[in-house]
């Protein structure tokens, strides 16, 4: 049953499908009434947004990127964020066979996680990302439109691959800022684009040694682009200088930050792209840090 959501995106309708004894049952459950109290202080709640994020986690490289001459090692960022995961997650009885995806967005990475880990959880502080994540892993699929010029739009499918166990994965609305110890601790954590637009960004670092357990893998990925919207200047990680003139940068403050705890694995850069219009797209280059828990 295809889904399409409005403008408003009050109500969204989730229908699913199952097979007891050869009867087709059909079962409707009303995800969200009135969501406008807890939409309003959170900018990440946009039918645009949403849109923008369905196509950089589920675009193809042809829906995405039109055209031969964009540099296309910067698509299917989501997927290879957990692929950097995977590579490094250590199979031991020790270690957690748990992930968490923390700003998990619409949750391509959390879902990719599954290929590797039991127990996969994706937290992300907007509520229409997580009720598309929950959709998804409902249904496997869901049909949105993106803008190609003005008014112009063309409309896709999001699919979650099919080899993926999406029993496994669950969602939740949630502030990275204020995780629940309840959460307990994992192999895996993955905070992709994050720490930038945290409004308490070290409370968020302060959490990760009781998150990862001994052995474990955590891994930031950031843009380090520090704006007040977001975050008041004096939480900033980086992107100042101190008292003594010296500049301060987000990786330093990383170091500084997670050395006690973690150790550092290797530091890569990760571009990616954000399709705004057929025509138009954020380039932009991710420094991901890798850090295994001491």
């Known amino acids: ?37 807890k939409r309003r202080d959170n900018v990440y709640e946009s039918d645009k947004l949403l849109s923008e994020y369905l196509v950089f986690h ?26 950097l995961c995977i590579k490094h997650y250590r199979t031991d009885p020790k270690i957690p066979s748990r ?34 994540c929950d959709y998804l892993k409902v249904t496997g699929e869901m049909h949105y439109s993106v803008t190609d010029e003005g008014d112009l739009r063309s409309q896709l499918t999001a699919r979650v691959h099919p080899d993926i166990n999406r029993d496994v994965v ?26 930038c637009r945290l409004h308490d960004p070290l409370a968020f670092l302060n959490s990760l040694p009781r998150l990862v ?14 704006q007040e919207e977001y975050c008041d200047k004096n939480k900033w990680l980086g992107g100042y200088k101190n008292r003594n003139g010296e500049a301060v940068t987000g990786f330093s403050t990383l170091k500084k930050i997670l050395s006690p705890t973690f150790d550092l694995v290797e530091d890569l850069d990760m571009p990616f792209f954000i399709r705004e219009t057929a025509r138009k797209n954020q380039w932009t280059v991710a420094h991901a840090t890798v850090w295994r828990r001491k």
């Open 1 to 37: 049953m295809p889904f399409w959501f409005g403008l408003d995106h009050r109500t969204i309708i989730l229908s699913t499908y199952a097979l007891t004894a050869g009867v087709a049952v059909y079962s409707t459950f009303r995800l969200l009434q009135q969501r406008k109290a």
């Open 58 to 83: 589920y675009g193809s490289p042809e829906q995405f990127l039109k055209y031969d001459l964009g540099p296309k090692s910067s698509l299917e960022f989501p997927k290879r964020c957990a692929e």
């Open 99 to 132: 992930a968490l995806d923390i700003g998990c967005a619409v949750g391509r990475s959390t879902f990719e996680l599954s290929r590797k880990l039991d127990e996969i959880i994706g937290i992300d502080y907007s509520y229409s990302f997580v009720e598309t």
């Open 170 to 195: 669950t969602f939740q609305q949630g502030d990275a800022c204020n995780l629940p110890e309840s959460l307990g601790q994992f192999g895996v954590v993955l905070a992709a684009n994050l720490i």
């Open 213 to 226: 357990a001994s052995g474990g893998i955590l891994i930031i990925t950031a843009p380090y682009t520090w």
